[in-house]
């Protein structure tokens, strides 16, 4: 066979065309952006739902803190006393609360038994617009098993700071229709309502800052005085030790 007589046919190459890239590159782009709207609207949702659980956790954990402050303290019976005071630092609505046991000593000088604050301050030095919430114990309760020379130590408040950022909290005492914003009274309040809030406040006509009711998270606290307690602390006088005293010192 002649070699020469031989002809080649040109190989046929198979590809796409310029306008069919641009269509596919037109395509994969639209269905990535609908992709990535879709992750980016999930992502905010979900986002969303773990604020709305955090801001909701939080003061459920602190109302509960205060609550169990309450009852613990608070027996039938006992010297114990409720103060609660509201005021504004730095526009935002703040307020303390002091639960305060006494008991009697070996002289009859009446001692700081328990001593628990719940108190709001705006720290005026920290980078975070609201309060700080703090609480502090003191006292010389039995568990404490503070000595004598310990004693200077017992009246120090000192404060841990439990949250910060808090935008309202506000302690007050259900009395009929009313509520009060300051209670001193000798006598223990029936309940005792707390109020609180982390949500962004909004400036009130009067300068003040407050925030939206349905962004405050409410709690109503039962005074319970008539639950049993294992322990009772009176006065020497009134105790059964002084009176043998007494008697024996008549006899002689």
Do not use: H
């Not at 590159?25 to 969303?48: D, E, H, K, N, P």
């Not at 009852?71 to 006992?78: E, H, K, L, N, Q």
């Not at 328990?114 to 568990?143: A, C, H, M, P």
């Not at 950022?165 to 707390?194: C, E, N, R, Y």
């Amino acid at each position: 066979m002649d070699v020469r007589n031989v002809r080649y046919k040109p190989l046929q190459q198979s590809g796409f065309s310029l306008a069919e890239v641009l269509a596919a590159l037109i395509i994969g782009t639209m269905v990535l952006v609908t992709v990535l709207g879709i992750y980016s609207r999930a992502q905010t949702g979900a986002a969303a739902v773990i604020r709305k659980l955090d801001s909701s956790r939080l003061p459920g954990e602190v109302l509960q803190r205060i609550a169990e402050d309450l009852d613990r303290i608070i027996t039938a019976g006992s010297e114990t006393r409720v103060t609660i005071k509201n005021k504004f630092e730095g526009g935002f609505q703040a307020a303390r609360l002091e639960i305060l046991k006494t008991i009697y000593d070996k002289e009859n000088k009446k001692k700081t038994f328990e001593r628990i604050i719940w108190q709001s301050s705006y720290d005026y030095d920290s980078d975070v617009n609201g309060l700080v919430l703090y609480r502090s114990y003191g006292g010389i309760g039995v568990e404490d098993k503070l000595l004598d020379a310990q004693r200077e130590s017992w009246e120090r408040d000192i404060f841990v700071p439990i949250c910060a950022g808090v935008t309202f909290f506000k302690i007050q005492v259900p009395k009929g229709k009313v509520f009060l914003d300051k209670w001193t009274s000798v006598s223990l309040p029936k309940a005792v309502v707390v109020t609180i809030s982390f949500a962004e406040p909004f400036q009130t006509l009067g300068g003040a800052l407050d925030v939206s009711d349905a962004e405050k998270i409410t709690r109503t606290i039962a005074i319970d005085r008539t639950r049993k307690i294992r322990f009772k602390f009176v006065k020497k006088e009134d105790s059964e030790e002084q009176n043998n005293e007494e008697f024996f010192k008549k006899s002689k």
